[in-house]
């Protein structure tokens, strides 16, 4: 079943908010997933079709996958669940950068008394994002008959959601996130940080003063200003390393790892993990 909406992404970036831009299921991810996961389904759809003798598996498979779509339906309960997560993203941006300031990844960020700025590697905002999307759309009652196709389907929408605001971004940043205080400054789509997934980092800064609103166009330039010194210092440093250094930030974030694992009754901060490794967020719980 060959299908003309493969080739789009589920989730877009349009004026502030993420919107769902094709149905979520297309007919080759329907097709992989009857090949492993769905085979159970399958089975039982074929059991409930009457005079299996007439062209039984096809009616079954055509009634499957006509219950697949609606049930992933662009207007549904589960588009909207999708949208409502993707939306947090920046969040997330933002969760991501303040654990890694308070987890002495000092190569990372710069900071004074006021305003902190934060280098984050795309590939973790990608592991995060994937993995609280999963862990909140998976248990959705409507999508229980559909084990397996509902992961592949949230695992795509959420790299299609991340790709294109990273894209967004590095056209038009800075974006200002929820609480006002922070915002996500500009993106570097070159920077190799080999962590897995996409290479690449966000740069986040934001501010303890609670005076300040950054969705205040005042108060943003005099933020912006302010924090441009170390914005410029950030650069050249990381302009300046060299494969060993980096080498070294993936041995600390893989140490990080390890401490996780030995003591998971201590803070929740030292549960980092190497992205390519992981399936729990690496550091957007840790605050």
């Not at 919107?19 to 159970?40: C, E, I, Q, Y």
């Not at 950054?214 to 060299?242: G, H, P, W």
């Amino acid at each position: 079943m060959p299908g003309k909406e493969d080739g789009l992404g589920t989730l877009g970036w349009k004026r502030g908010e993420f919107k769902v831009t094709r149905h979520p299921l297309t007919s080759t991810a329907f097709d992989a997933w009857l090949a492993n996961d769905g085979k159970r389904a399958l089975r039982e759809a074929l059991r409930n079709t009457s005079q299996r003798w007439f062209f039984g598996a096809t009616r079954a498979r055509r009634r499957l996958y006509r219950d697949a779509r609606t049930t992933f339906r662009p207007h549904g309960t589960f588009a909207e669940a999708l949208k409502k997560h993707a939306d947090e993203l920046p969040a997330i941006v933002r969760a991501c950068a303040l654990a890694i300031r308070k987890g002495a990844f000092g190569h990372m960020s710069t900071f004074d008394s006021d305003h902190c700025l934060c280098v984050v590697p795309r590939s973790i905002i990608q592991n995060d994002f994937r993995t609280r999307m999963l862990r909140e759309l998976s248990s959705l009652p409507q999508v229980q008959a559909f084990h397996g196709l509902t992961q592949d389907i949230v695992s795509a929408a959420a790299m299609d959601a991340e790709a294109s605001l990273f894209h967004y971004l590095a056209k038009k940043a800075p974006l200002v996130e929820a609480t006002g205080h922070g915002l996500i400054v500009e993106v570097d789509a070159e920077f190799l940080w080999k962590l897995g997934g996409s290479e690449g980092h966000y740069v986040f800064a934001w501010t303890t003063d609670e005076r300040m609103d950054l969705t205040n166009r005042r108060d943003r330039r005099r933020f912006l200003s302010a924090i441009s010194e170390m914005r410029d210092a950030q650069c050249v440093y990381l302009k300046r390393m060299s494969p060993a250094d980096v080498a070294d930030l993936r041995t600390a974030i893989d140490l990080r790892r390890l401490a996780g694992q030995r003591s998971r009754e201590h803070s929740a901060l030292t549960r980092v993990r190497i992205v390519a490794e992981s399936e729990e967020h690496a550091f957007s719980e840790s605050v």
